[in-house]
């Protein structure tokens, strides 16, 4: 039987051989949503949160990108690149869809989507083959998914014969908030001619009109070995500072690390300035498939409420709200009610430590609210109250002056670090399941109602040796109470 190179291989299909593409899906996942502040934040960005259906973003892409596969084309399981805080919460849902495992790449720090693909083509080809790798942000949304999978498959099989495939959304209004493509018609599909910045409203009609425009979605499918010629070609120095940074990696069971050191000398910059941009006119073909899958990048509360279910009067809710004599308006409660009487065009975002207002128009601008928040190095920019950590979660319930009460949750089989604190003292309540807790030179079980009290500077560790959730709720008492009072003995997770 004849071979086919690199990440192609052979199949019968109706008594013939056929060449199969192998595809592998690439999910970035290192961005930080900050104009959907205050349910996204840089520590539980919007690709983890659930804005529609029952998945999250991330998983939803996921799921997505693993039901290409048709008679030529293979998918492999996706990698993930995404950011180091964030690896646990990659791996938890990821397992919760059920899907093969692939690897998950850590960036140290966030260095751009060019960067990122970079680190992604290398890693295939360390591999030893080149497939087409299809690249999707992490935060997307479609409500087509047999459409974006013809899409996509059209992609596929442009792009495993050499040609850079950008997909692109046909525009239903001016928008102002995207970059557009400019594309023309030829005997192949459509050939790229120019990528344009985000227009004001005057231009954005102009394209609306022209016909010639589309929104560019950033989705790319492209070979591996593509990408890494392009890129070596139009920005030299990202394409050595990522090789470097990527042959001086550990691997740890699915994930893989970067140097750290080396990875900050690495130019941050998107695909699109990167190489993108550059290829009309070039040796590179650059093409654009169309996708009519109502897709949206959900980049602003604005963008949410569009693809929401609606009332009669428009209104979309989700959470314990009541709305009344309002039209047009979103209300995302998260942790108790919200009543709205007499809105129109309004966005309301309550969670338990913060409540966003908005007028929906001016939706955008909620990036201004995070950066303020941040100048004035304010946790709610960053953190929920609700703090997802490898083992479980905590969530601050109640605080005062020398004393704070947590509710804490450890998965079964999960344990916090071996640690002590200089300042503070704690008073341990199960709630539910088994605790084992070390408390100095002891190691004590406790059921549901028993407890425990951990002197300040006492060596101490709690863990779940259960197979249901561990809850308990924590009284910590002391002079400082920050979550830097922690000297870390033993982790399980890597955490010094």
Known sequence: MPRACCAEHWVIRTGRLVTSITVLPVILAGGSGTRLWPLSRAGYPKQFLVLAGNSSLFQQAA???????????????????????????????????????????????????????????????????DPVLVVTPADQTVRDEAAFSASVQAAIRQAADGAIVILGIKPDRPETGYGYIKSEADARGRQVLAFVEKPDAATAQQYLESGAYSWNSGMFVLRASTWLKALAQFRPDISQACAKAFDARNTDASFVRPDKALFAQIPAESVDYAVMEHCPGSAFALRMVELNAGWSDLGAWEAVWEVAEKDAEGNAQRGDALIRDSRNTLVHATSRLVAAVGLDHIVVVETPDAVLVADRSKSQDVKHIVAELSKRQRGEHHLHRKVHRPWGWYDSIDMGERFQVKRIMVKPGASLSLQMHHHRAEHWVVVSGTAEVVNGDKTILLGENQSTYIPLGQVHRLSNPGKVPLEIIEVQSGSYLGEDDIVRFEDSYGRG
Not at 73 to 83: T, W
Not at 88 to 113: K, S, Y
Request: glycine share 8%; charged share 20%; net charge negative.
């Open 63 to 129: 799921q997505r990108l693993a039901g290409l596969g048709a008679a030529d084309i293979a998918v492999a399981p996706a990698l993930v690149v995404g950011n180091e805080e964030h690896r646990f919460m990659v791996l938890d849902q990821l397992r919760e869809t059920a899907l093969p495992l692939g690897q998950v790449l850590l960036e140290p720090l966030g260095r751009n989507t060019a960067p990122a693909l970079t680190l992604a083509a290398l890693q295939a080809r360390a591999q030893g083959e």
